[in-house]
C-alpha cells in the first residue's frame, strides 16, 4: 500500500470517529441521508458502513494501481479527508472556546 493508501484509511477512520462523536453529543446532525440512516438505526452500523464503503473503494482502486487514474483517485480521495479532518478540528478548537455554555 502507498502512504497516499494509508492516509486515506487512516483520515476515514478519523473521520468516522469525529463524526460519531459530534453527533451523540448532539452539537452536529449528518447531512449524507445513506451515512445518517445509518446512525439512526446504530451507531455501530454507521462506523461500520463508513468503513466498509471507503475500503471497498481503496481495494478496487488498488486492484487497479497502474493505472494512473487510480493513483490520482488514492491520493484525490487523502487529501479530501485531510480537509475534512482539518474541518473537525477546527469544529473541535470551537467547541472548546465554547464549552462552559455547552454545558
Known amino acids: 500500500m502507498s502512504p497516499a493508501s494509508v492516509a486515506l484509511l487512516v483520515l476515514n477512520l478519523l473521520d468516522g470517529l469525529f463524526t460519531l462523536?459530534?453527533?451523540?453529543?448532539d452539537v452536529?446532525?449528518?447531512?449524507?441521508?445513506l451515512m445518517r440512516a445509518a446512525y439512526e438505526f446504530s451507531p455501530l452500523l454507521f462506523m461500520v458502513a463508513?468503513?466498509?464503503?471507503?475500503?471497498?473503494g481503496m481495494t478496487l482502486l488498488c486492484?487497479?494501481?497502474g493505472m494512473r487514474a487510480s493513483r490520482?483517485?488514492?491520493r484525490a480521495g487523502a487529501l479530501i479527508y485531510a480537509v475534512i479532518?482539518?474541518?473537525?478540528?477546527?469544529?473541535?478548537?470551537?467547541?472548546?472556546?465554547?464549552w462552559p455554555h455547552l454545558v
Open 28 to 33: 452536529a446532525e449528518e447531512l449524507n441521508p
Open 50 to 56: 463508513k468503513l466498509i464503503i471507503v475500503n471497498a
Open 85 to 98: 479532518n482539518v474541518y473537525h478540528l477546527a469544529f473541535l478548537a470551537h467547541l472548546l472556546r465554547q
Open 72 to 74: 490520482l483517485a488514492i
Open 63 to 65: 486492484l487497479h494501481r
Open 21 to 25: 462523536t459530534f453527533l451523540q453529543m
